[in-house]
């Protein structure tokens, strides 16, 4: 092994602490002493290098035709004090504009078309890497109301059967229920379980069961018990706005007491068929 004169690591070694992980752990120890010694400098300038890092992504990370955007934590729990600067955000990749864009408005297709599938693959993207779009992003992004964004999301839900991700539905928020019609038409006429329901709309198996046990507390009140909708609200801590969607879609759905039954029985099969695995 080859040996070096002493003097080079006198000399070149300093240069080693010539970083910005080292001036920023001299601003703390100077500016806020009381924050902790050198180790918990060191946890705190490591925590927060991760946090440059995923929020200023080096550029070669993005595309032509791609931005970096901050999206709502999909897995942040909604509430209707917290501020968006108190609401946790992940940093998510959109891609604004593709060849296939380009290709869909040179062959005539229209701009409400193109711009649909761009909506929708900005809230897909966003959520893939979990995150959650409201519409008012989308709208800065795109140069469009919130309003005509809502109404290519919905006209898309209604014509493909399909949800689309956004804080409205993901996170329950807003006045759209388009989600829990379709939630309860997949799970009431299509039959299928709630782990198939849940991938279908974008939506964890809880939030698939919390609606379908809303639907049917809403049920029992209305229907069985006669209550009104104001009653009903009173029962079930729902608010008013739901339980009279909820009512719209008994109504649409055309439940039965028969159908009901059939419906409850089938949701406590798929709760117990998730609950096995745990229980081996």
Same mark, same amino acid.
């Not at 690591?9 to 703390?28: D, E, M, N, V």
């Given at each position: 092994?080859?040996?070096?004169?002493?003097?080079?690591?006198?000399?070149?070694?300093?240069?080693?602490?010539?970083?910005?992980?080292?001036?920023?752990?001299?601003?703390?120890?100077?500016?806020?002493?009381?924050?902790?010694?050198?180790?918990?400098?060191?946890?705190?300038?490591?925590?927060?290098?991760?946090?440059?890092?995923?929020?200023?992504?080096?550029?070669?990370?993005?595309?032509?035709g791609?931005?970096?955007?901050?999206?709502?934590?999909?897995?942040?729990?909604?509430?209707?004090?917290?501020?968006?600067?108190?609401?946790?955000?992940?940093?998510?990749?959109?891609?604004?504009?593709?060849?296939?864009?380009?290709?869909a408005?040179?062959h005539?297709?229209?701009?409400?078309?193109?711009?649909?599938?761009?909506?929708?693959?900005?809230?897909?993207?966003?959520?893939?890497?979990?995150?959650?779009?409201?519409?008012?992003? %989308?709208?800065?992004?795109?140069?469009? !109301?919130? $309003?005509h964004?809502?109404? *290519?999301? #919905? +006209? /898309?839900?209604?014509?493909?059967?399909?949800?689309?991700?956004?804080?409205?539905?993901?996170?329950?928020?807003?006045?759209?229920?388009?989600?829990?019609?379709i939630?309860?038409?997949?799970?009431?006429?299509?039959?299928?379980?709630?782990?198939q329901?849940?991938?279908?709309?974008?939506?964890?198996?809880?939030?698939?069961?919390?609606?379908?046990?809303?639907?049917?507390?809403?049920y029992?009140?209305?229907?069985?018990?006669?209550? %009104?909708?104001?009653?009903?609200?009173? !029962?079930? $801590?729902?608010?008013?706005? *739901?339980? #009279? +969607? /909820?009512?719209?879609?008994?109504?649409?759905?055309?439940?039965t007491?028969?159908?009901?039954?059939?419906?409850?029985?089938?949701?406590?099969?798929?709760?117990?068929?998730?609950?096995?695995?745990?229980?081996?």
């Open positions: 092994m080859k040996h070096y004169p002493p003097h080079y690591s006198s000399t070149y070694s300093p240069l080693a602490a010539k970083t910005f992980r080292a001036a920023l752990s001299q601003l703390l120890a100077r500016e806020f002493p009381h924050l902790g010694g050198p180790k918990v400098r060191e946890l705190f300038v490591a925590e927060l290098e991760e946090v440059i890092d995923r929020f200023y992504p080096p550029r070669e990370r993005l595309r032509l791609q931005v970096l955007w901050l999206a709502v934590d999909k897995r942040s729990q909604p509430h209707d004090k917290l501020s968006m600067r108190d609401t946790p955000l992940v940093p998510v990749v959109l891609t604004l504009v593709t060849p296939e864009d380009i290709y408005l040179a005539g297709k229209t701009r409400t078309e193109v711009s649909q599938q761009v909506v929708l693959r900005l809230h897909q993207e966003a959520a893939a890497q979990g995150g959650v779009l409201a519409e008012s992003d %989308t709208a800065v992004l795109l140069c469009y !109301t919130p $309003g964004i809502g109404d *290519l999301i #919905r +006209d /898309y839900e209604i014509r493909t059967g399909e949800v689309v991700p956004r804080r409205g539905t993901v996170h329950d928020l807003g006045g759209s229920v388009t989600h829990k019609g939630i309860a038409y997949k799970a009431l006429r299509e039959h299928k379980n709630t782990l329901v849940a991938r279908e709309t974008a939506h964890t198996y809880e939030s698939v069961d919390r609606y379908l046990r809303d639907l049917a507390r809403c029992l009140c209305l229907k069985r018990l006669g209550q %009104t909708v104001a009653q009903t609200t009173f !029962t079930t $801590g729902l608010s008013l706005r *739901l339980v #009279r +969607d /909820y009512d719209a879609l008994i109504t649409e759905l055309g439940l007491d028969e159908t009901f039954q059939e419906w409850l029985d089938k949701i406590e099969e798929d709760q117990h068929k998730r609950q096995e695995p745990q229980a081996g």
